[in-house]
């Protein structure tokens, strides 16, 4: 239990502390869901409620089945209909008139803006759906994306949505050997990159990483490159390489039919982080994660098309898939989308573009709140923000002070904060206070969404008593949860099935890997991962990837990584390394561990530390004991020793941690 590894004075300062706060009044009256009777309505009337996600979207065909259980865990939703999604996030909004409505604000990092009404996205989506075609993409082909916060992003997944071709978007954060992993994993012969990109104020050259990852592809791939970067630039173009803006221009005015895609035919592709060493290539599907998205924009963010609606996530997470892409566009709201940090040119970056676009929702990070907070409320006062109605936070725990923070400083008192709980694989939302609707506590998500079946379960799958911590599971469907692991039936029962369900009597629960506690009233306070997964800023990273990384680099014989308690990205690594015979462990061999982590993952793995020791705590089964080494990151008191191989260790790694 994540429970173990941490002080107790962290974890309280974590807890909701009692305070609860209602909805105001003025949210209420106009919210998208304001009647308490929905949960009893979803409950009464499951899975048939799930309709109501459905009806927000135009199908082509009707489905005729809402929920199909009989191969579970292997669940369909609305069987029998058929849609498209890119029909459903632009076409429809021009058919009713408001082509000419912002669908894209993109603010570069440099100051640039560029508006994307739904007219301009659906001339763009077509002419590049049209090229990729010409390229010989086919339907269920997978198109991986490795590209920054640039409009041809989004363009190109739903490009790539309205001619059936699934897509793997791929962080451009992530090394060339995370992207050559992927590429691999999903046999994806297509790449859609750009040139390079900027980070305060820097150029960052990417198509440089691209190519060292397609040098380790094992299969040809045709690559199409965005310019972002203009002349800053030069990158390196190879023969039979394709300019994204000469493919829109070759096919200027081109209109491409929207693929009748079936409700269970894959939308797309993101790999997500787990125990075992490779990335998960969890599967989403046409018409259960559209339906979910845009339910949970429509009832939780309370998204209406003439809202100026901002996430800040990146599109190359599921957040950025869900909340900045999908649901957004699909209700037809305009979605703003940030190329750049909230610390540059200013810290007070991001309030200038909620007071310039008057945006109405921000949906964020817990890590980004503690960082603003850190830098003080003089930076957003500088800015009006009344325009804002709503803030979510997403990605991890957020602790009591944060909220009140950002509730105060941010939503000046008046603007619900909704701590929204999900996963990749949940595709959407799953727990978190309805803003017109619940109560709010500070530290605690809220309760399951209507229609979602929650649980804290201790290990032998029995309900917890209120304020216990436990494992959270659902133990009923939802439309956005993953179908499967990419071509892995087998791995995806494993991960996600094994733990609490009872296959004989035919139950399934879906284990999330988090630890919870319940209160009296049903809200859920998520505590953190309790499987091998450290979450640095709201992403995922395996200790498993991390330390095949640093055993991967000359000098090292074994290393075990951990996360410990960091104060604005929440978890940050820890890597502890055992030499070679005949190395030292000294800085150099530190550049190359830390270099190692970038080239294998990318900069979100860097190690906080390094801790070099002659040998690891290990259990007399040689167990390596995570727990203390968790212990020692954070400056615990260390817990107990006794069943170590070799408890004499413990003392000597936990002086070296700080003090070199
Ligand atoms: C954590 C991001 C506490 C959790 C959408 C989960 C949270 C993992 C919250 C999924 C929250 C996400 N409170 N913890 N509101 N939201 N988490 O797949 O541990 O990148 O399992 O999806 O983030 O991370 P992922």
């Known amino acids: 239990m994540s429970e173990d590894g941490e002080s107790a004075g962290e974890l309280e300062a974590r807890l909701p502390d009692g305070e609860t706060f ?17 949960y009893e309505a979803f409950e009464e009337d ?19 089945t809402v929920l199909n259980d009989s191969d579970a865990p292997f669940y369909e939703w609305f069987t029998g209909g058929s849609l498209n999604a890119s029909y459903n996030c632009v076409d429809r909004h021009v058919e009713a008139g408001r082509g ?21 996205l659906h001339r763009e989506v077509n002419e590049f759906a049209a090229a990729l075609r010409e390229l010989g993409v086919a339907e269920d082909d997978v198109v991986t994306l490795y590209m920054p916060m640039i409009p041809e992003l989004p363009v190109a997944m739903l490009a790539c ?18 992207l050559a992993t992927r590429m691999e994993s999903a046999d994806s012969e297509y790449l859609v990159t750009c040139d390079g990109y900027y980070r305060r104020g820097d150029v960052l050259p990417h198509k440089e990483k691209a190519d060292e990852g397609l040098a380790s592809v094992g299969h040809d791939v045709t690559t199409i490159v965005a310019d972002r970067t203009g002349e800053e630039y030069d990158h390196p173009m190879a023969d039979g390489e394709h300019d994204f803006d000469e493919l829109l221009a070759a096919h200027e005015g081109a209109t491409v039919e929207p693929v009748q ?72 709201t305009t979605s703003v989308m940030y190329e750049g940090t909230p610390d540059y040119p200013e810290k007070d970056r991001l309030w200038e573009i909620v007071e310039d676009y008057d945006v109405t929702q921000l949906y964020t990070a817990p890590t980004a709140i503690r960082a603003f907070m850190k830098w003080g409320a003089e930076y957003p006062n500088r800015h009006d923000l009344s325009s804002l109605r709503l803030l979510g936070t997403v990605g991890e725990p957020i602790n009591p002070r944060a909220w009140k923070w950002y509730y105060k400083h941010i939503g000046d008192e008046s603007c619900p904060v909704v701590d929204t709980w999900w996963q990749t694989e949940t595709g959407g939302m799953m727990i978190t206070t309805l803003p017109g609707v619940g109560e709010m506590k500070p530290g605690s998500a809220g309760p399951p969404l209507p229609g ?106 074994e290393a075990a990584v951990v996360g410990g308690d960091h104060d604005i990205k929440g978890e940050a690594v820890y890597a502890y390394v055992i030499t070679e015979d005949g190395h030292e462990g000294d800085e150099a061999l530190r550049e190359r561990i830390v270099t190692g982590v970038e080239d294998a993952i990318g900069p979100i793995a860097r190690p906080e530390d390094v801790i070099f020791t002659p040998e690891l705590p290990k259990t007399r089964s040689g167990k390596i004991m995570r727990r203390l080494l ?16 070799n408890p ?9 941690v700080g003090g070199d």
Request: net charge negative; with cysteine; hydrophobic share 35%.
């Open 452 to 557: 979602i079946s929650a649980n804290v379960l201790d290990q032998s799958g029995d309900p917890v008593d209120p304020g216990e911590a436990g494992y959270l599971t659902v133990d009923k469907p939802w439309p956005g949860m993953l179908r499967t692991l990419y071509r892995n039936d087998e791995r995806f029962v494993e991960e996600y099935w094994r733990e609490y369900s009872d296959p004989e009597d035919d139950e399934w629960v879906y284990f999330p890997e988090d630890g919870a506690k319940l209160d009296e009233d049903g809200y859920i306070t998520v505590l953190g991962r309790v499987d091998d997964v450290i979450n640095v800023s709201g992403h995922r990273l395996g200790t498993m990837e991390l330390e095949s990384a640093i055993v991967g680099v000359e000098g090292v014989a």
């Open 161 to 178: 949505a309205r001619i059936g071709a699934p897509h793997s978007v791929v962080f451009a954060g992530f090394s060339a050997d995370a």
């Open 630 to 645: 968790e212990d020692i990151a954070n400056g615990d008191e260390l817990g107990n020793t006794n069943t170590l191989r």
């Open 22 to 38: 209602e909805p105001p009044a003025s949210f209420v009256e106009q919210a998208n869901v304001s009647d308490e009777g929905i």
């Open 261 to 332: 895609r079936d409700a269970e035919d894959m939308l797309f592709l993101m790999y997500t982080s787990g125990t075992t060493g490779k990335p998960k290539g969890v599967k989403h599907t046409t018409g259960g994660y559209l339906s979910y998205v845009s339910w949970t924009a429509h009832a939780v963010l309370d998204i209406k098309p003439e809202d100026t609606y901002w996430c800040s996530a990146d599109i190359g997470w599921i957040t950025g898939h869900s909340y900045i892409v999908y649901g957004p566009l699909a209700l037809g």
């Open 46 to 64: 499951w899975p048939a409620c799930w309709e109501r996600a459905a009806d927000l979207l135009d199908w082509d065909d009707d489905y005729d």
């Open 100 to 120: 000419d409505e912002a669908a894209i604000e993109w603010v570069g990092e440099l100051g640039e803006t560029r508006t994307y009404t739904y007219d301009d």
């Open 648 to 656: 004499e260790i413990v003392d000597d790694i936990a002086g070296k």
